[in-house]
């Protein structure tokens, strides 16, 4: 049984790695290792569920430009052109990963998701971090609205590499982004919009494919860790969107690295 002490810690780790490139499903298998927490179904789906429970900070940070999207809000373009962020970005950028997710998310289930996965992820995603920083050419698109359809399927490509536990959705989107002639703050903020429809899919699949296995006794564990992981996004995301926007991505995979040499040797000595 899953207790309310691991739903607060883990929901934690969530709120506040969901947002930084340093892969937030990284962390909490990391957290749960540290824990000694079951690696159950229960577990599984609630990973997925809190990290829904993060997102619905983004919803709320970014509901004006959302809602311009389906035409319900008048939104000024911040193009010098007048072009503006559509559906047709959004669906473009999550297409190739919710295609591969959706037939290949068992052999992820069953072979990734373990410390040892994590750990290459965490350092390899961090090289990604600095080959994207490294690029010396000016961006080709500063702001969001400027954003073309070419460069949505680009990073809709780079977030496949995300699939891999410890790479970050965010970590390579961003840098796929930056290699794409993006700006890091129009890909960050394309990153984060772009997460809401992908983990609203993959939780409810997840979800479907899982319920079964779950009980009445696990909603405390659920609805806590769900609570929990939000209020902190809503905290993390008002701190962290310009500081990710702004901030070299090498810091990040500096961070990774420390991350990975410290739980490898945690792992050695276990």
Sequence with gaps: MHTIFEAIIIGIVEGLTEFLPVSSTGHMILAQSLLNTQNDEVMKTFDFVIQLGAIMAVVIIYWKRILSLFGLVKRKSESRTGKKLNLLHILIGIIPAGVVGVLFSHVVDEKLFNSTTVLVGLVLG?????????????????????????????????????????????????????????????????????????????????????????????????????????????????????????????????YRFAVAVVFALYMFLK
């Design 126 to 254: 961090g090289i990604l971090l600095i080959i994207a920083e490294q690029k010396k050419s000016r961006p080709t698109t500063e702001v969001l609205d400027d954003l073309t359809y070419r460069q949505a399927f680009f990073i809709g490509l780079w977030q496949l590499v995300s699939i891999w536990p410890g790479f970050s959705r965010s970590g390579s989107t961003i840098a796929g982004g930056m290699l794409s002639g993006v700006s890091r703050a129009a890909s960050a903020d394309f990153t984060f919009i772009m997460a809401i429809p992908i983990m609203f899919g993959a939780s409810g699949i997840y979800f479907l494919k899982n319920y079964h296995a779950l009980s009445s006794g696990d909603i405390p564990f659920f609805a806590v860790g769900f609570v929990v992981a939000f209020i902190v996004a809503m905290l993390a995301v008002v701190s962290f969107i310009k500081f990710v926007q702004n901030m070299k991505l090498t810091y990040f995979a500096y």
